[in-house]
């Protein structure tokens, strides 16, 4: 068991058997009274968030889990498909679990799946990933005080922003956590 105040964004735990992710942490202090620690979590099971408040010497039950190496096949209405190397095992992960994830896998990537009691739980990604660009508008050379942006598809359907010298046939990295255009790659 560890303290609520020891919580922070990403940190897996268990309440009444299911599987939670933090992702807001509040810590709250009000007056004379004990403060008060505010979690944000998402249901690591069907996706849906929850928030709840602790004192502040509440404790909980963090969950162990494994990783295992994986690389992403393809994805239909409900589901994206992942096989394991060693093994040639297919895994599936429901989009509800995936949220934002989801929009940065391409087919054939190698990525880390979280496993808890054998159960596929979530995804882990770098934090910064590249892409080719298919397309986008060429670059108007001009206003270069403020920074420009063109709108961009990548080679795995994502939408983003780059830079104005930035063209078709480029790789760039995004951040996988905003969706953001991080610099071109060489």
Do not use: C
């Not at 209405?77 to 599936?92: G, H, I, L, N, R």
């Amino acid at each position: 068991m560890i303290s609520v105040t020891e919580m922070k964004a990403s940190r897996l735990l268990q309440i009444e058997g299911v599987p939670y992710q933090v992702v807001d942490y509040k810590h709250t202090k009000v007056g004379r009274g004990n403060a008060s620690i505010r979690l944000k979590m998402r249901n690591l099971k069907n996706g849906s968030v929850l928030e709840r408040t602790f004192n502040s010497g509440a404790k909980v039950e963090p969950i162990q889990t494994e990783v295992k190496k994986a690389q992403y096949l393809y994805h239909d209405d409900k589901d994206y498909y992942f096989m394991e190397p060693q093994t040639f095992e297919q895994v599936s992960l429901p989009q509800s679990l995936l949220v934002e994830k989801g929009k940065f896998l391409k087919e054939g990537q190698d990525v880390k799946i979280l496993f808890w009691n054998e159960d596929p739980l979530g995804l882990e990604l770098p934090l910064t990933l590249a892409y080719e660009v298919k397309e986008t508008n060429p670059g108007v050379k001009g206003n270069s005080v403020v920074a420009s942006f063109k709108p961009a598809v990548l080679e795995n359907g994502l939408r983003v922003k780059v830079p104005l010298f930035v063209d078709v046939g480029d790789r760039i990295k995004v951040d996988t956590r905003s969706g953001e255009y991080v610099e071109r790659v060489g």
